[in-house]
């Protein structure tokens, strides 16, 4: 019996692909669970259908995330925090700081999509690493002064 998976299953292959399996674990098992469906001609032309709307959306996503690191290019953040004496700032700097000064600067990115090398607890100048897409990435400076 022919299934198309609904799901990525261990040992049985992925998410959009046809698999032959027994009928009994077909119908008793993956078909009720909802981790697949009977390949059928519709259901194949259907899937073919979403893998083609999906590889599309991939291609958009990844070209907005190479414009956005592009328009990003050399920038340098100023961050404004409250310091002692000894150059140490109260607290440490975090991605959602990092997201809003990049908002400020008109570059809408997402604290999730933020790394920090390191934590950020004294004034100076640091490096961020901005994930926009999983195969685009994007380095950014920081520069940490006091208010």
């Known amino acids: 019996m022919e299934v198309i998976l609904k799901k990525d299953i261990q040992g049985l292959g992925d998410k959009n692909e046809i698999v032959s399996v027994k009928p009994g674990y077909g119908r008793n098992f993956l078909i009720p669970k909802g981790m ?25 996503a990844k070209k907005d995330a190479l414009e956005t690191a592009e328009k990003i290019g050399d920038l340098i953040i100023e961050i404004k925090t409250k310091a002692g004496e ?41 490096n961020a690493s901005l994930k926009l897409h999983k195969e685009v990435s994007h380095t950014v400076r920081l520069k940490v002064v006091a208010e």
Not at 43 to 56: D, F, L, T
């Open 36 to 60: 697949a469906m009977i390949a059928s001609t519709s259901n194949k032309k259907m899937v073919e259908e979403e893998i083609r709307q999906a590889s599309h959306k991939a291609e958009k």
């Open 86 to 126: 000894k150059g140490r700032i109260f607290g440490a700097i975090t991605p959602i700081q990092i997201a809003e000064a990049l908002a400020e600067k008109g570059h809408q990115v997402d604290r999730k999509q933020i790394s920090l090398e390191q934590k950020i607890r004294e004034l100076g100048e640091y």
